[in-house]
T-cell receptor, first 113, second 108 residues
Framework: DTGVSQDPRHKITKRGQNVTFRCDPI?????LYWYRQTLGQGPEFLTY????????KSRLLSDRFSAERPKGSFSTLEIQRTEQGDSAMYLC???????????FGPGTRLTVT | LAKTTQPISMDSYEGQEVNITCSHN???????ITWYQQFPSQGPRFIIQ???TKVTNEVASLFIPADRKSSTLSLPRVSLSDTAVYYC?????????FGAGTILRVKS
């Protein structure tokens, strides 16, 4: 297994457009996490899934953000009507569950112009 | 309010031991502390995780005092390649809170 992968690695979009990111976790991992990271800050938790169930959502995840994990494998994070404040690195991580260490992907860097 | 606080930056020289402390005043009895390392343009990488007292692995040690309101990551004999940002992560129940990160600069 090659680890957690994310696609695309970079995305430039215009304000008001919708974007969707994909995360493929390590295959045997049942937990999947999404974070957002801005320059000079630590990752901010957005949401996580246990298999296909979304168990926790941060207040940061406004109505414009939605995440899915159909069939408990890959996950998508969609941002509707993007704003300049959405510009950040979006990180995905997976783990075997509970307090297990998280393995992070390389991230998707979003730039909203 | 769950908060995780760590120093902004630290400087060290090759071969020295480096200790980075993280404060987490509102940690609960069953919450874990995890430390990650991050290089530019990469996702964070796991270093060590602990719950109480002391944990040691091949790259670091983690010290957690009895009150668990802080934890210290110890890196023995750092090298230039250890220059990176180090984050503590506290699992406040289902909420995961990263610190803002400590920039470690190792000089020769």
């Amino acid at each position: 297994d090659t680890g957690v992968s994310q696609d695309p690695r970079h995305k430039i979009t215009k304000r008001g457009q919708n974007v969707t990111f994909r995360c493929d976790p390590i295959s045997e991992h049942n937990r999947l996490y999404w974070y957002r990271q801005t320059l000079g800050q630590g990752p901010e938790f957005l949401t996580y899934f246990q298999n296909e169930a979304q168990l926790e959502k941060s207040r940061l995840l406004s109505d414009r953000f939605s995440a899915e994990r159909p069939k408990g494998s890959f996950s998508t994070l969609e941002i509707q009507r993007t704003e300049q404040g959405d510009s950040a690195m979006y990180l995905c991580a997976s783990s075997g569950g509970g307090e297990d260490e998280q393995y992070f992907g390389p991230g998707t860097r979003l730039t909203v112009t | 309010l769950a908060k995780t606080t760590q120093p902004i930056s630290m400087d060290s020289y090759e071969g020295q031991e480096v200790n980075i402390t993280c404060s987490h005043n509102n940690i609960a009895t069953n919450d874990y502390i995890t430390w990650y390392q991050q290089f530019p343009s990469q996702g964070p990488r796991f270093i060590i995780q602990g719950y109480k007292t002391k944990v040691t692995n091949e790259v670091a040690s983690l010290f957690i005092p009895a009150d668990r309101k802080s934890s210290t990551l110890s890196l023995p004999r750092v090298s230039l390649s250890d220059t990176a940002v180090y984050y503590c992560l506290v699992h406040y129940g289902n909420k995961l809170v990263f610190g803002a990160g400590t920039i470690l600069r190792v000089k020769s």
